[in-house]
């Protein structure tokens, strides 16, 4: 019987004979590879969906419109990831399923974008600080 408190499992760290998925990115099993000739796949389409939303609000719209999305370079785990706890992907150096040090994709592309730079706060969150500090500002004056 099935059971509305069983856990959730977790499809965002799958591993099967076809692809592994790390933090909802999917790369060929084989050769960790995002975009891979011999397997042959190319799953930058569908790990760009993960993120785009996010990574929108962190881009102006000019940085968004400029990206390459589809036509990106391709991301690899090669020799960076295992089957840990559970069977579950994880990276080897940290031994952690979904590690967000090893595997977070957004900030790896925003960094991408931006030579290096980590992300900046979304611009909704910019223009709160923004107005409060203008606010601190007048009554300063």
């Known amino acids: 019987m099935d059971s509305q408190f069983a856990p959730e499992e977790d499809m965002d760290n799958t591993v099967d004979s076809y692809s592994v998925t790390i933090n909802g990115f999917i790369f ?35 940085e968004y419109s400029s990206w390459p999305g ?7 785990v090669t020799h960076q990831w295992a089957r840990v706890s559970g069977g579950k992907p994880g990276c080897i150096k940290h031994k952690e399923v979904g590690c967000k040090e090893c ?38 004056h």
């Open 28 to 62: 060929c099993t084989r050769h960790g590879l995002e975009v891979c000739d011999k397997c042959p796949t190319d799953n930058r389409g569908a790990n760009n969906m993960i993120v785009e939303e996010s990574l929108h609000e962190k881009l102006s719209e000019e």
């Open 70 to 76: 589809d036509d990106r370079p391709p991301f690899t």
């Open 103 to 140: 595997f977070d994709w957004e900030e790896k592309l925003y960094r991408g974008i931006h030579g290096g730079r980590k992300p900046r706060h979304t611009r909704s969150h910019m223009r709160g600080k923004r107005h409060s500090h203008d606010a601190s500002d007048e009554a300063l």
